[in-house]
């Protein structure tokens, strides 16, 4: 019991009588003459289970009460006598809040009361009594109610509890998308990534961690490898992401602030070989609250947008032989390379000639390696930036040969 004063005031002839109980059972009170205000001397108190006082000179008084409910009874020479039955007190509860979908949540909310051994508790929402413990739910929100609790019949007072349900996607946002993929010299491409992670809370996170198994994802015969991983913010990039044996994009120390919206991005470079079509692709974000972790799965849309999660997608278009009409072999890293376009396990060989029709440049099964410089009599030489004539002959894996002629210009 706390100390506070019992809400009751009750009168025998002459005599009011002031109850107050603490934690440990006490009932400290006050008999004083109704006339006179004054305090009464030599009162007798007892309870049903055999404790007994006796007011002092100034009509207190305390004893000590073994169990609830209690009745004392009061008894003084020239007043008659009187009983007072003292009721348990209120039950001890807790305000809790809970994440929802956790496994340790409980399945109700009766681990949030506590109160006297035999006692039984009884619990009301909206003032209608419940006819078991209410459950936890899953259902976001306050809930509101309140809970007594009964000792031999004797019900106590009611106390309020509230029971609060967090929703984690309305706590955290992780927003996934990628640019079409650039095509590579080698025929790959690099698809750029870019994360971005909202806190919808005024509460800061830590430990997040952004996980993406990328090899869940990729197809079984292509391959592929993360170029680059960068992070702002609290986010901190772990340098060994590669989407297979270290699936972790960020490392454990990551922060994110109340209404933060910090980035990562990443590059992956994949080597189709051979597949075409549609790949999808899922984020996850775990993130360390005062409530317990929360986890959600990445969408690529944001979140204004949202209705359901919505995967990342990215596409592999079927490649089909493509001749370029020149490149400008300079070294500044843009077009530096006769790259001819072409199908999984189609084989090239490529033979240049000049003007004179002499053969300046040839390769078998060509890897779009020709930098604009000669080979056989012309090794090593810079051609000249001029026309030149081509033949191509492609292979495919079923041995079917295509025979593709023209000219390909070098300017540098």
């Known amino acids: 019991m706390n100390n506070s004063t019992i809400n009751y005031k009750v009168y025998f002839l002459f005599l009011s009588v002031f109850l107050a109980a603490n934690a440990f059972g006490q009932v400290s009170g006050k008999v004083i003459d109704a006339n006179t205000k004054e305090g009464v001397y030599g009162v007798k108190i007892s309870s049903i289970h055999g404790e007994k006082a006796l007011t002092n000179a100034e009509g207190t008084f305390g004893i000590n009460i073994k169990k609830f409910p209690a009745e004392l009874y009061f008894s003084c020479g020239s007043y008659v006598n009187d009983t007072l039955i003292i009721a348990p007190k209120a039950p001890t509860v807790i305000d809790s809040t809970y994440l929802i979908g956790l496994k340790t949540n409980p399945v109700n909310i009766g681990l949030q009361v506590s109160g006297l051994k035999e006692a039984s508790f009884t619990y009301y929402k909206n003032g209608v009594k419940q006819s078991a413990i209410p459950l936890l739910g899953d259902t976001s ?41 650039i095509l590579q010299s080698n025929l790959s491409y690099n698809f750029p990534f870019k994360l971005i992670l909202t806190n919808l809370t005024d509460i800061a996170f830590t430990n997040v961690e952004i996980s993406d198994e990328l090899q869940k994802f990729v197809p079984i015969s292509s391959e592929y490898k993360v170029l680059k991983n960068n992070a702002s913010g609290g986010l901190k990039a772990n340098k060994n992401f590669d989407g297979k044996n270290n699936i972790k994009l960020t490392l454990d120390s990551s922060t994110l602030a109340p209404f933060a919206k910090d980035t990562l991005d990443f590059v992956m470079n994949l080597e189709p070989k051979g597949y075409s079509g549609t790949i999808k692709n899922v984020a996850e974000v775990k993130a360390t609250t005062k409530w317990g972790t929360i986890s959600v799965e990445s969408s690529l849309l944001m979140k204004t947008n949202e ?97 593709f002629k023209g000219f390909v210009l070098i300017q540098r």
Do not use: A, C
Not at 150 to 158: H, M, P
Not at 357 to 365: A, C, E, H, L, M
Not at 376 to 392: A, C, F, M, Q, V
């Open 141 to 181: 929100g306050m809930k509101k109610f309140t809970v007594s609790q009964t000792v031999n019949s004797i019900e106590s007072d009611t106390v309020n509890l509230k029971v609060t349900l967090l929703d984690p996607l309305k706590m955290i946002y992780l927003q996934k998308t990628v640019d079409s993929g």
């Open 307 to 403: 209705k359901t999660k919505t995967p990342t997608t990215y596409d592999i278009k079927e490649l089909k032989i493509n001749i370029p009409e020149g490149f400008s072999p300079n070294n500044d890293g843009i077009n530096d390379y006769f790259i001819i376009i072409k199908p999984f396990n189609v084989k090239i060989d490529l033979e240049i000639y000049n003007r004179s029709g002499k053969i300046v440049y040839s390769k078998k099964n060509y890897t779009n390696n020709w930098n604009g410089k000669g080979n056989g009599n012309y090794s090593e030489r810079d051609l000249d930036d001029d026309g030149y004539y081509y033949t191509i002959k492609s292979t495919d894996e079923s041995g079917r040969v295509q025979v």
